[in-house]
Nanobody, 125 residues
């Protein structure tokens, strides 16, 4: 089992940047592939980015490719999401998620076993 806690959200103007962090506790962090998702009230949860257990493979939604970067530091049990050139449409609650490394990386939220509570990101126009 792993517990996930996100931080780093906030209110930024369009064009600004934020770095989200997700700290994991419990089982060995490197045992998990990690993902970031986002959700807006009334809409389905949306995949943002995912990273393999060793960080060598990353995947991004087309809507954030070139603007967001996912990374991880296994020594710190932390996964990051660097968000640049933020747009109002990026406003959402951002959640990190974990799934066992034996299952591989996935862009589907239903494939993840553990979720954090989320951190709010708001981008003003």
């Amino acid at each position: 089992q792993v517990q996930l806690v996100e931080s780093g959200g906030g209110l930024v103007p369009a064009g600004g940047s934020l770095r989200l962090s997700c700290v994991a506790s419990g089982r060995t962090f490197s045992s998990y592939t990690m993902g970031w998702f986002r959700q807006v009230p009334g809409k389905e949860r949306e995949f943002v980015a995912a990273i393999s257990w060793y960080g060598g493979r990353t995947y991004y939604a087309d809507s954030v490719k070139g603007r967001f970067t996912i990374s991880r530091d296994n020594a710190k049990n932390t996964v990051y999401l660097q968000m640049n050139s933020l747009e109002p449409v990026d406003t959402a609650v951002y959640l990190c998620a974990a799934r066992g490394v034996e299952h591989g990386t996935s862009v589907l939220g239903n494939n993840y076993d553990y979720w954090g509570q989320g951190t709010q990101v708001a981008v003003s126009s």
